[in-house]
Every structure is written in structure tokens, then in C-alpha cells.
T-cell receptor, first 111, second 114 residues
Framework: GEDVEQSLFLSVREGDSSVINCTYTDSSSTYLYWYKQEPGAGLQLLTYIFSNMDMKQDQRLTVLLNKKDKHLSLRIADTQTGDSAIYFCASVLQAGTALIFGKGTTLSVSS | DTGVSQDPRHKITKRGQNVTFRCDPISEHNRLYWYRQTLGQGPEFLTYFQNEAQLEKSRLLSDRFSAERPKGSFSTLEIQRTEQGDSAMYLC????????????FGPGTRLLVL
């Protein structure tokens, strides 16, 4: 079945860019998502990208998708302390079915 | 649009007791999902509903777990004879069956089984 992997930790300084990486195994994935989770809270949808796109930009967020390498990245420009959280990459094989999540990347932003 | 709500937010119970959680999806969303998240892991899918029909169940959903969505609106997840291994965050999500069918999550119910 589908497997999604992420690096576990990333530490950056306030104002720098953060890049969080994710790899997935099933080339049939139709949509790929980025969610943010703050301590003790549910998941907040940040952005998603359809599998036929290479890039999507939304304010400070840029998503890059390399289908050949099954690699997804999330770039956060001008990272702020409020961006400190766990970021989850998720894929779905068919819209409306179960999301497959990675283990999450903990982003720590220092001032 | 008030978002997905879940109740209770926290539950502490003794091993062997039954617990029930409720999820209210975004009002026009006809798909509803349950996930479980343990410490240091991403959410894992349990089950989902299209309106009142339960369409898919994960192997994680043992026979002690049951979920319902009787009128196609709110849903309940019941765990019978709880075990310490059931301690986790239980997350509910909902989506519309059009377009990207993006899933929006509630705040979760944190269960601790003593």
C-alpha cells in the first residue's frame, strides 16, 4: 500500500525560509496535502496540489511536486515563530477516500 | 460555516468501560471520516461515511469499535471494553463529494484509558 515519509525535525531562524520534504510511494496518488498541527489541536489544512501540477503558490507557501521522483515539498517564506508546529504530508489515491499521512515534521522557529 | 466540532474534547476512563464520541461535520458536507492519532504518529484512517452509509472500514477498527451516522449528519464512534492501547487522539473530518473533496478536521477527542 501507499507509504508517506517525512524527515522528523527542522529548525530554522525567524525570517528564514523553511523547506519540508515528503516522499510517497504510489504514483497513482491524485491529490497531495499539507496539514499543520499545533500542540493538542486538530489538523489545519494549509494547501493541496493536484497530481498533474508541478507547483502551487499560496501567499507564503509554495508547494513543489516532482512526480517522477514522487517527491513533494512545502516551502514557507519568511518563517515566523507562529509557524512552529508539526507539518503533515498526506496523499490520497482517489478523491473522497482515506488520507495516508506521514509521521509529521516538527518545525521549530527560533527568534 | 462553524467548522467540524467534536465532543468531548478530553475523556479519561478506566479499562473495560465503554466510551462514545460525537462528531458534527461542516453542515453541507456529506462525507465524514474518523481517524486515530497516537503520540509521534500521523493520523490513521478508521472508517468513513457517505451520507448515512458506512463505505469503508480499516483493519484498525476492531469489533470493539462501532461508528454510526444515523441521519447523515452527526456521527458517533463507540469503543466498548476499552483497553490501554485505545489511548489516542480521535479525529473526525468531513468533506464535500465534489472537486478535490478536501477533508477538514475537527479539534479531536483525546482519550486516556487508565
Amino acid at each position: 500500500g501507499e507509504d508517506v515519509e517525512q524527515s522528523l525535525f527542522l529548525s530554522v531562524r525567524e525570517g528564514d525560509s523553511s523547506v519540508i520534504n515528503c516522499t510517497y510511494t504510489d504514483s497513482s496518488s491524485t491529490y497531495l496535502y499539507w496539514y499543520k498541527q499545533e500542540p493538542g489541536a486538530g489538523l489545519q489544512l494549509l494547501t493541496y496540489i493536484f497530481s498533474n501540477m508541478d507547483m502551487k503558490q499560496d501567499q507564503r507557501l509554495t508547494v513543489l511536486l516532482n512526480k517522477k521522483d514522487k517527491h513533494l515539498s512545502l516551502r514557507i517564506a519568511d518563517t515566523q515563530t507562529g509557524d512552529s508546529a508539526i507539518y503533515f504530508c498526506a496523499s490520497v489515491l482517489q478523491a473522497g477516500t482515506a488520507l495516508i499521512f506521514g509521521k509529521g515534521t516538527t518545525l521549530s522557529v527560533s527568534s | 460555516d462553524t467548522g467540524v466540532s467534536q465532543d468531548p474534547r478530553h475523556k479519561i476512563t478506566k479499562r473495560g468501560q465503554n466510551v462514545t464520541f460525537r462528531c458534527d461535520p461542516i453542515s453541507e458536507h456529506n462525507r465524514l471520516y474518523w481517524y486515530r492519532q497516537t503520540l509521534g504518529q500521523g493520523p490513521e484512517f478508521l472508517t468513513y461515511f457517505q451520507n448515512e452509509a458506512q463505505l469503508e472500514k480499516s483493519r484498525l477498527l476492531s469489533d470493539r469499535f462501532s461508528a454510526e451516522r444515523p441521519k447523515g449528519s452527526f456521527s458517533t464512534l463507540e469503543i466498548q471494553r476499552t483497553e490501554q492501547g485505545d489511548s489516542a487522539m480521535y479525529l473526525c473530518a468531513s468533506s464535500l463529494d465534489r472537486g478535490p473533496e478536501t477533508q477538514y478536521f475537527g479539534p479531536g477527542t483525546r482519550l486516556l484509558v487508565l
